[in-house]
C-alpha cells in the first residue's frame, strides 16, 4: 500500500515548492495518514492532469 507526502507549490513561483507547509502538514497529519518517511521521496509531479 501507498504512503501520503504533502505537496504544496509556492503560488506564482514555477515549480517551487512550500517545504516548511509540507512539513507543517505532515506534522498534523501523521497521525491520521500513512505518510512517506523519507523525504527523498517527496517528488512532485508537476503538470499532472487535474491539478
Same mark, same amino acid.
Given at each position: 500500500?501507498?504512503?501520503?507526502? !504533502?505537496?504544496? !507549490? %509556492? !503560488? =506564482?513561483?514555477? &515549480? ?6 509540507? %512539513? &507543517? ?11 512517506? &518517511? ?5 517528488? !512532485?509531479?508537476? =503538470?499532472?492532469?487535474? %491539478?
Amino acid at each position: 500500500m501507498g504512503s501520503f507526502y !504533502p505537496f504544496a !507549490p %509556492l !503560488p =506564482g513561483t514555477g &515549480q517551487r515548492r512550500d517545504g516548511a507547509l509540507e %512539513l &507543517q502538514v505532515q506534522a498534523t497529519l501523521a497521525s491520521d495518514l500513512r505518510i512517506e &518517511q523519507d523525504l527523498g521521496r517527496w517528488f !512532485p509531479v508537476w =503538470g499532472a492532469p487535474g %491539478l
